[in-house]
């Protein structure tokens, strides 16, 4: 079956410094990986995903992620974090068995930029 | 804005009830993908419907149904409810097509306290 992990619960980091969110994946065939983004009582917005071609993608608020095939990662990047970053990130897979489409996320990081 | 409309935005109702929550899609999406997010854990992926037709089954339980209109609007029933169903639901669209690798639009979720 396909999954994702997120192995922390929480990340810190300091205004300014560089961040990572880590996501490995289990998948049958060519994964196809998303990024999401949950601010206090709101929706999930999509910030980027990976379906084929470059390794590194770029995606919406100065956001990247990094997929390497060899270790089955997705990790979320950010050269410099703001505040405002602060926020519940998830990490998603694209399970499609008998012939349909489920999106499977992963149980989410709290990302924490202080100040 | 997602596109993606939910309603209603917070119910409070008592245990033994029934509820019903709505989605409609962003404009020419025909899938409609429902989740649960309860406090402090993740996406469980409910059921999700394409053009009307039940397409995949999460883990839904046998007290909660759902359908999605010739309008493409979709509705989640949740009946003999328990504290335990208190949670944020979710509704997201998609194009969903057989190339499709879209990623899914949220909307704000439905917030329901069972008392």
């Known amino acids: 079956a396909q999954s994702v992990a997120q192995p922390e619960d929480q990340v810190n980091v300091a205004e300014g410094n560089p961040l990572t969110v880590k996501c490995t994946y289990s998948?049958?065939?060519?994964?196809?990986l998303f990024w999401y983004v949950q601010y206090p009582n709101r929706g999930l917005q999509f910030l980027l995903k990976?379906?084929?071609?470059?390794?590194l993608v770029k995606g919406s608020y100065g956001f990247e992620a990094e997929f390497n095939k060899s270790q089955t990662s997705f990790h979320l990047k950010k050269p410099s974090a703001l505040v405002s970053d602060s926020a519940l990130y998830f990490c998603?897979?694209?399970?499609?068995?008998?012939?349909?489409?489920?999106?499977?996320f992963g149980t989410g990081t709290r990302l924490k930029v202080l100040a | 804005d997602s596109g993606v409309t939910q309603t209603p935005k917070h119910l409070i109702t008592a245990t033994g009830q029934r509820v019903t929550l709505r989605c409609s899609p962003r404009?020419?999406?025909?899938?409609v993908y429902w989740y649960q997010q309860s406090l402090d854990q993740g996406l469980q992926f409910l059921i999700q419907?394409?053009?009307?037709?039940?397409?995949a089954k999460g883990n839904i339980l046998e007290r909660f149904s759902a359908q999605q209109f010739p309008d493409l609007h979709s509705e989640l029933n949740l009946s003999s409810l328990e504290l335990g169903d208190s949670a944020l639901y979710f509704c997201a669209s998609s194009v969903v097509s057989g190339k499709n690798t879209g990623e899914l639009f949220f909307g704000e979720g439905s917030r329901l306290t069972v008392l």
């Open positions: 998603a897979v694209r399970d499609r068995t008998s012939g349909t489409y489920k999106y499977i």
């Open positions: 998948v049958s065939g060519n994964p196809y």
């Open positions: 404009s020419g999406d025909l899938s």
């Open positions: 990976y379906i084929t071609g470059d390794n």
């Open positions: 419907y394409y053009n009307g037709e039940e397409r």
